[in-house]
Each structure stands twice: as structure tokens, then as C-alpha cells.
Antibody
Framework: EVQLVQSGAEVKKPGESLKISCKGS????????IGWVRQMPGKGLEWMGI????????RYSPSFQGQVTISADKSISTAYLQWSSLKASDTAMYYC????????????WGQGTLVTVSS | QTVVTQEPSFSVSPGGTVTLTCGLS?????????PSWYQQTPGQAPRTLIY???TRSSGVPDRFSGSILGNKAALTITGAQADDESDYYC??????????FGTGTKVTVL
């Protein structure tokens, strides 16, 4: 069974750094892209970017390029989303999802990680 | 930057049919955009319904169908049920591995 399990909720202050995780299981982690999706409170879904853990090839939405870093550690089947300096506007639910290559869609989803940034 | 547009809301009667669309701020949607559709209820992670225009994801009832209608991608719910009341999002492939979510449609069943 394919599963994506995300790390728990975080409460941070503006300017702090953060790295959240997404652990895949039940499939070959290095053979599928993993993506991240943002959902700000009361708003829609936003496609942030994807990474191919096999070779760490990463693609970012222009809206998120330079704002976040997506990485992966294939030795532990885990993808990451990180911020070097959080802003209040980073407050959101973040989902990871497996991204099917060549068909360009998300087929399995994590449960979400709520990030709250507040002074 | 290209905006992917969806109707903000739709209302459908139980047993009725509703068609949601997914368009581009400039240009037409074709199968080359690999449109996919997702359902999200409040407090839940999204659920994948349709990919590659018209292929239903595993376990998705056949009352959900995808197509290209004119210059847009479309999701049709035939025989709407109460638990279809959700937000629906499309995704389009823009090239170079990048995709974009649509603005989302809130469907009410009443």
C-alpha cells in the first residue's frame, strides 16, 4: 500500500527556519516524483514544486522559486520542504503528494502539515 | 503568468448533473495539458478523481467523468449525491515539469 506520512504541525516565529518532511512507503521511492502543495487558510490549492528522488532533479513553480527549497533523502525515502526565514504569509497547510511522471498528476497524498508562523 | 480559471461555485440538486470547467486566461486547453481533477472536503487532504483528461483514478465512481468541452477541460458529475458536496480543483501541465492548479469550484448539493 502506497503511503505518504508527513511530519507534525509546527508553530514558528517570523524569521525562523523550518524543514518539514514526507516519508514514502509501499513503492519505489526513487522512481516517482514527489510534490508539495500549499493551501493558505480558506484558500485554494497551489502547486509549489516537485522533486525526483532518484537524481534530485527539482522543478519549482515560478511563484515559489527562491522562496522555499525542496529536497529528498532517498536513503530514508523522505522528501522535504524547507524555509530559511519564515514569514507570517507562510502560514498554511502543506501537502506532499506523489506525482506520476509523463501523466503529470498527483496520485497519492499525504495527510498534510499545518505550519503556523506568528510572533 | 498563466491563470487557470474555474467557476467559483455551482449548485446542483440531488440526482442532477453538473459540469465544471477549467480554462486558461489565454489559450485553449487540450489533452496536451493532461488535465486532472481533485476533490477536497473541508479539513481533508485532496482526493484524485480524474487524470489525463478522462481516466478515473482507482475507486472513483463512474458518475465522475472528464472531457474536453470546447476550449476547456471539464468534469461532469452525473447523478449528484450529497457527499459530492466539496471543492473541486483542476490541474494543468504547463511544460518543463510544471503544473498549475485552477482556482477551484465549490459545489453545493441541495
Amino acid at each position: 500500500e502506497v503511503q505518504l506520512v508527513q511530519s507534525g504541525a509546527e508553530v514558528k516565529k517570523p524569521g525562523e527556519s523550518l524543514k518539514i518532511s514526507c516519508k514514502g512507503s509501499g513503492y519505489s521511492f526513487t522512481s516517482y516524483w514527489i510534490g508539495w502543495v500549499r493551501q493558505m487558510p480558506g484558500k485554494g490549492l497551489e502547486w509549489m514544486g516537485i522533486i525526483y528522488p532518484g537524481d534530485s532533479d527539482t522543478r519549482y513553480s515560478p511563484s515559489f522559486q527562491g522562496q522555499v527549497t525542496i529536497s529528498a533523502d532517498k536513503s530514508i525515502s523522505t522528501a522535504y520542504l524547507q524555509w530559511s526565514s519564515l514569514k507570517a504569509s507562510d502560514t498554511a497547510m502543506y501537502y506532499c503528494a506523489r506525482h506520476a511522471d509523463y501523466l503529470y498528476y498527483f496520485d497519492y497524498w499525504g495527510q498534510g502539515t499545518l505550519v503556523t508562523v506568528s510572533s | 503568468q498563466t491563470v487557470v480559471t474555474q467557476e467559483p461555485s455551482f449548485s446542483v440538486s440531488p440526482g442532477g448533473t453538473v459540469t465544471l470547467t477549467c480554462g486558461l486566461s489565454s489559450g485553449s486547453v487540450s489533452t496536451s495539458y493532461y488535465p486532472s481533477w481533485y476533490q477536497q472536503t473541508p479539513g481533508q487532504a485532496p482526493r484524485t478523481l480524474i487524470y489525463s483528461t478522462n481516466t478515473r483514478s482507482s475507486g472513483v465512481p463512474d458518475r465522475f467523468s472528464g472531457s474536453i468541452l470546447g476550449n476547456k477541460a471539464a468534469l461532469t458529475i452525473t447523478g449528484a449525491q450529497a457527499d459530492d458536496e466539496s471543492d473541486y480543483y483542476c490541474v494543468l501541465y504547463m511544460g518543463s515539469g510544471i503544473c498549475v492548479f485552477g482556482t477551484g469550484t465549490k459545489v453545493t448539493v441541495l
